[in-house]
């Protein structure tokens, strides 16, 4: 799998850097790029850190500063680090001895052993300071392909977990295979590389401004290292790379200074007034109430992570011990970060006092001066926290990487060992859905910040998580703000400065938590205090912010109050808790987007994830299931159902509510309140013997109305919306290049958050799909709205899609983003972990799998990445940023387009055969069309509808849309003359985009990587509903309609099926029509067991008795029969048979009378046979016939039989049987390819005995054109 990125330092802005545009650009764009310095050949690549006192001699010689460009490969280091996780705690010598016993009996590379190294051996030792590689000593890197690194550092003298281990590259797969057999191995994960940037200031001879030259002020250092600065357009040049880089992993944005991007600068005046007021920070909490009691952070021990303090620091007076962990030889601060983060919380200053000045402080160097870090050096450093018995530590840091294993797991033993992680948020807004971690972590107190004037600073990080998509719903994060805006801190010689970011409102939350922990009696503090206990302080103390878009997404439960949380910890007593303790669905604004959309019967569950926090202990768990209790009329309409953590560790769970009106509530109209309780259970604490219990309870209210109009309801598809992580998830606008992955989680409460306001305020609704389109009711829906989708479809989807649109009036709005394969390989990048190459997975959108639902409907979109202003378009005149082109409309609809530039061709080349433009020069953009009773629009780019990036909005034409795929309302601005397409658009088109060859999304996919499923967030009659049952209950009367009647169902490109349903040609248990495949074989089975009137066959008009018998033949040929079913089930005709057959073509030459035998076999079953012929390109088809035949003859007789049964391409053989009919066409197999996944290539065959003697060959598969390929890519 590619390597994730890691979690990034977010620094408040100090001194020195350029803040100029050109500067700032190159330095957002390399910042985003994720190229870390690459070493020479045998330095020292790791440095894992030194303690005071224990420098190596070649540490900082070693280290280079700036880079060699990348693709050089002579200068790329030769070996990578890797962190071998161990499934125990030992001394590290021990660890070594047992990977060295492990690894010894490895055969070396062949490299190796022309080297004479021999066939095995146990490896080589270097040391973290460059010892054993380097100018003369690195004969043995050069002999063994793996070397254990020593790592010298405090840590050393403790127990650890993990190892370091460096590879020669042709080695790290067998090194990898051969430890992760042992059973002392757990893992293994790249050393990855945190790199950290700072916006200091610049240019300005104020003396209140940054630390003074030659003492750590940075110019712009980040950058110089980073290579050429970005251009600002897609113009390619052979010898550079699509994507710029900088040094370092990919990271969001970095703490902002005084002159940062949407932040206001400070005159004289104001930072004179700042300077002279002492209490800036301390004063608007009132800390100095607390100080006046005696209280000032005395006997508490708190680390900082950050870049380190002088040890004679003016303002700091109790530093207990500084330890580096980094390779450079120095505890000192060349930065200045480290010395404010420590002075907030620690400094005795009266300018600039910090909240705790009497705190123990513990200062971690885990960043060096060129701002880097490695997973490995923070592991260590938290080990040596844990063994120091830390109480409290402060991380300025975060990133979107939230499935960085080792990290995220060793924050979560942080935690479990009882120390209190405070962490900054995030500097991502104000954009929504950028949370940071591990803030975002439920056992982190996550920070987020607000100005002195009580609003959220626009840098902070904004919610909700997005962990739990598309499944589930985000929690609430941040958890409390503070003041973060600036806000006056220590230099790094003394003195004070002001500076910005939740990188200060986290030390700011920091020294409080000091301060309070303070005012625990020391007899029994740790037995009070613990990462919920506090956190419950915190959150059930904080103050409302007033402000109109501050939402619990925005500022958690609101902004410190340091006195009520004080007052809260002078009662407390171990207790569980959830956050939030009310929820009230109708407190806008605190409640959005919740409160904007009251609740209504047969909807979508209205899903809202709270934390319990369990401050009893460290583990715990729900004694029973929560229940809800109504308080009033209203309340006894609700069903309120639950997911939750089966174990609440560390601190803390989830619980997540799916709350739905029943439907006996269709037309009420009013309050509902109730309550929901439940008990937390954990275990005794040191010297008692019951278990600990506490009784938890949650308000509950809600606005219920009449269940709006169909035309009026919206359903939003998030199922389809993938983000990174895991994957690399390219951008959608391809203009920003500050931030090059699409991580927001598209979602209407995240980045769409302005198209969801916009929509409620012209009267829709808007509900939340989290499952695939199978699973939701069309005929409550006016339209379904896609947009942005990078995952792929179901075939089931697609089939019951199209026939949503056309058999039940069902509107379909798609908003596309771009999708180039030569434009994706152009943004790849160089990840200096992994050593290998990160190219996007798909791009905006996955324009293939869109054009696989769009095919049903005459449509398609092409591969140009088009950009400009467009005409006036529904009420909006939309900027089209980084947008697909149409390439393929029907006849009878409208299609707008307009000439733009088209950014792949700007010198990429461009495959022989991809579509260019829909017509002439101009290329389509928004097509409108009619299909059967229901309408379709798509529109080539979805950046109108992202608040994230977006240049101009478009939620008027939005809306334009939906009133007409909702109700066929015609706009005079879209339905034009000059737009009407009389013929079909591209029709004669024979290639459209392809996926790029490679695993692509298999591995993030939840398409690809299971069943079709539908979910809890689905309506209740859809739980669980697998395989592609999406007409759970049809019953008789589809039955009834088709009876005497012709009809048609197109398949696919690939194979039309025609059946007579004449109800004088059908048998008596035919009289039930049943109309999709399920998804397996034995889906299949199970759903026609529980339900013989149940949805079998996609695409498909059968007819089959409610006793049907169900016989299936595995790929195996080993036919199976469905465990339970009858003795007269077992012997009855007339039912629906399946064959899978093998996989593997047959080759053996057959003719017509296969055919002809197979003929004769069916009639003698019951069928009648008109005509059964098969040319020698249909010899195999015959075959198949011939051996579904021997299945129903030898079931007729209740016997058991086997059917070896292969199909390759050609037609089927016409057969007829008493006025029924079928007809196959061009039935090609399509492979199975690597992926070992058999609905890849699976081909049914249905019979249909008792007198409808019909035959079918439908093939199912996850891609259905004809234009097909593998899993794997290719074509």
């Known amino acids: 799998m590619q390597g994730r990125l890691l979690l990034l330092v977010l620094l408040a802005a100090a001194c020195g850097a350029s803040t100029g545009p050109a500067a700032q650009q190159a330095q957002a764009s390399s910042a985003a790029h994720r190229l870390a310095c690459t070493r ?42 890797w962190i071998v996780r161990f499934t125990s705690y030992r001394m590290i010598a021990d660890h070594e001895a047992s990977l060295t016993e492990v690894l ?26 460059g010892n054993g590689s380097g100018d003369g000593t690195g004969e043995c890197a050069a002999q063994q ?16 977990d993990f190892g370091l281990l460096s590879f020669v590259p042709d080695a790290a797969e067998a090194v990898k295979a051969q430890l992760l057999r042992s059973p002392v191995v757990k893992d293994m994960h790249v050393d990855r590389r945190l790199t950290r940037a700072l916006m200091w200031e610049t240019g300005s001879t104020d003396p209140l401004q940054g630390d003074a030259a030659g003492k750590g002020e940075a110019t712009d250092q980040g950058d110089a290292a980073a290579g050429p600065t970005p251009t600002a357009n897609f113009h390619h040049n052979e010898d550079e790379d699509f994507v710029r880089r900088r040094p370092g992993r990919l990271q969001t944005r970095p703490t902002e200074g005084l002159h940062g991007e949407g932040m206001a600068q400070l005159n004289m005046t104001e930072r004179r007034r700042l300077l002279g007021d002492k209490h800036s920070v301390t004063g608007a909490f009132q800390a100095e109430r607390l100080w006046e009691k005696g209280f000032r952070g005395a006997g508490v021990k708190m680390g900082v992570f950050d870049t380190g303090i002088r040890d004679d620091h003016p303002h700091v007076k109790n530093i207990k011990e500084r330890s580096n962990w980094t390779h450079e030889p120095t505890l000192e601060d060349g930065l200045g970060h480290g010395s404010f983060v420590a002075g907030v919380i620690a400094s005795g200053d009266n300018d600039c006092p910090g909240f705790a000045p009497d705190v123990e402080l513990y200062t971690f160097r885990v960043f060096t001066n060129d701002q880097v870090s490695y997973t490995s ?25 939230y499935l960085d294993i080792p990290f995220v797991e060793k924050v979560w033993e942080v935690t479990s060992n009882g120390i209190i992680m405070v962490s900054a948020i995030g500097n991502d807004g104000p954009l929504y859905g950028t949370l940071n971690n591990p803030a975002d972590q439920s056992d982190v107190i996550g920070i987020g910040g607000i100005d002195y004037q009580d609003n959220i600073a626009g840098f902070s990080s904004r919610g909700m998580s997005t962990w739990e998509l598309p499944f589930g719903s985000g929690r609430a994060k941040p958890d409390v703000v503070a003041y973060g805006k600036d806000v006056m801190g220590s230099r790094i010689e003394g003195g004070c400065r002001s500076l910005s970011g939740t990188s200060v409102a986290s030390p700011v939350v920091a020294g409080a938590v000091c301060l309070l922990a303070s005012t625990v009696p020391e007899a029994h503090r740790w037995e009070v205090l613990n990462p919920a206990s506090m956190k419950q302080a915190l959150v059930e103390g904080a103050v409302r912010v007033p402000e109109e878009t501050a939402s619990m997404f925005v500022q958690g439960q609101g902004k410190l109050d340091l006195l009520a949380s004080q007052a809260i910890l002078a009662t407390y007593l171990p207790r569980a808790s959830v956050v939030p303790a009310h929820l009230n669905l ?12 009251p609740l209504y019967a047969k909807a979508m569950p209205t899903i809202f994830n709270a934390t319990v926090l369990n401050g009893m202990g460290l583990t715990g768990e729900f004694q029973k299931a929560p229940v809800f209790t109504p308080s009033d009329d209203g309340g006894k309409l609700l069903n309120v159902q639950f997911e939750y953590s089966e174990q609440l560790w560390p601190w803390s769970g989830f619980l997540a509510l799916f709350i739905r009106v029943e439907e006996a509530g269709s037309q009420f109209r009013g309050r509902a309140t109730g309550e929901i309780t439940f008990t937390i259970v954990s275990p005794p604490a040191l010297g008692e013997r019951k278990k600990r219990t506490s009784q938890v309870s949650m308000g509950l209210t809600v606005d219920i109305i009449p269940t709006p109009k169909r035309e009026m309801r919206v359903l939003w598809d998030q199922f389809h919306s993938l983000r990174y992580p895991p994957g690399y998830l390219p951008r959608d606008s391809l203009e920003v290049r500050s931030d090059i992955l699409d991580w927001h989680g598209d979602h209407p409460a995240t980045n769409y958050h302005d198209m969801y306001d916009a929509l409620r305020d012209g009267g829709y609704f808007l509900e939340i799909l989290g499952s695939p389109l199978s699973c939701f009711d069309a005929t409550q829906y006016g339209a379904v709205l896609i947009a942005d989708p990078e995952e792929e479809f179901y075939p089931e989807e697609v089939a019951k899609l199209a026939a949503d649109v056309a058999e ?17 390989s152009k943004m790849r990048f160089f990840d200096d972990n992994t050593r290998s190459w990160w190219t996007p997975v798909t791009g905006g959108a996955n324009v293939p799998a869109l054009n696989e639902l769009l095919e049903p409907f005459g449509a398609a979109l092409g591969d140009m990445v088009l950009e400009g202003q467009l005409p006036a378009l529904g009420g909006d005149t939309p900027w089209y940023a980084s947008g697909a082109n149409i390439v393929k409309w029907p006849a009878g609809g409208w299609l707008h387009s307009a000439v733009l530039t088209d950014k792949a061709s700007e010198g990429v080349a461009r495959d022989t055969g991809l579509v260019g433009g829909a017509t002439s020069n101009a290329d389509g953009l928004l097509g409108l069309a009619q299909h059967g009773l229901g309408r379709v629009a798509v529109y080539g780019d979805s ?86 049952n999406w007409k759970p209950h049809r019953g008789r009367d589809v039955a009834e309609q088709q009876k005497g009647k012709a009809v048609d169902i197109t398949l696919s490109a690939d194979s039309v099926a025609v059946l007579d349903g004449s109800e004088a040609a059908a048998p008596e248990p035919a009289k039930e029509t049943v109309d999709h495949i399920a998804g397996g074989a034995g889906e299949l089975i199970d759903a026609a067991a529980a339900d013989p009137h149940a949805s079998v066959a996609p695409g498909v008009m059968s007819a089959i008795g409610a006793n049907a018998v169900r016989p299936v033949v595995e790929g195996d040929g080993k036919q199976e029969q469905k465990a339970g079913a009858t003795k007269s089930q077992k012997q009855q005709v007339g039912g629906l048979f399946l064959i899978n057959p093998k996989d593997t073509a047959d080759t053996d030459t057959r003719n017509s009378s296969a055919a002809k035998t197979a003929a004769a076999k069916i009639t003698a079953a019951g069928g009648s046979v008109t005509e059964a012929t098969a ?52 039935g090609d197999k399509r492979g199975q390819g690597a992926s070992g996944d058999p609905m890849a290539s699976w081909q049914w065959l249905l019979l249909l005995g008792g007198g409808v003697a019909a035959v079918l060959l439908y093939q199912v598969g996850r891609r259905r054109r004809r234009q097909r390929r593998t899993p794997n890519g290719d074509g």
């Open 40 to 81: 020479a050949a045998g330095t020292d690549v790791t440095g894992l850190g030194s303690s005071e006192g224990t420098f190596g001699p070649q540490q900082c010689s070693q280290h280079p500063r700036t880079p060699p460009e990348m693709g050089s490969a002579a200068e790329d280091v030769e070996r990578t680090l």
């Open 104 to 129: 010894e009996s490895l055969t070396l590379n062949a490299t190796a052993a022309e080297r004479g190294s021999g066939s095995g051996g146990s490896g080589c030792s270097r040391s973290a300071d």
């Open 145 to 160: 392909p793996w070397q254990w690194v020593h790592r010298r550092n405090k840590a050393a003298a403790h127990p650890t």
């Open 377 to 401: 050096w923070f592991l260590d450093a938290f080990n040596y926290a844990i063994a120091t018995g830390m109480n409290i530590v402060n991380l300025s840091i975060g990133g979107p990487d």
């Open 586 to 597: 109708t407190d806008c604004p605190h409640a959005w987007p919740y409160c904007r959309q």
């Open 808 to 824: 039940k009036g069902l509107g379909l709005v798609v908003f596309a983003e771009w999708f180039n394969v030569d434009v994706q």
């Open 943 to 1028: 950046g109108c509808l992202d608040s994230s990036h977006q240049r101009s909005p478009c939620y008027n034409m939005l809306q334009t849309l939906l009133r007409y795929a909702a109700q066929g309302t015609q706009d005079k601005s879209l339905h034009t003359e000059a737009t009407f397409q009389a013929a079909a658009v591209g029709a004669d088109i024979k290639q459209l985009p392809k996926r790029p060859a490679g695993p692509g999304l298999k591995e993030f996919s939840n398409v690809l990587s299971g069943p079709l499923r539908c979910h809890s967030n689905t309506p209740p009659q859809f739980h669980n509903l697998k395989g592609g």
């Open 1175 to 1226: 040319e020698s390109g249909d010899a195999a088809t015959a075959k198949a016939i011939e051996t579904a035949a021997d299945v129903m003859s030898t079931a007729s007789n209740g016997s058991h039989a086997e059917a070896d049964g292969t199909v390759a391409g050609g037609g089927i053989p016409d057969i007829g049987g008493g006025g029924g009919s079928v007809k196959g066409q061009d």
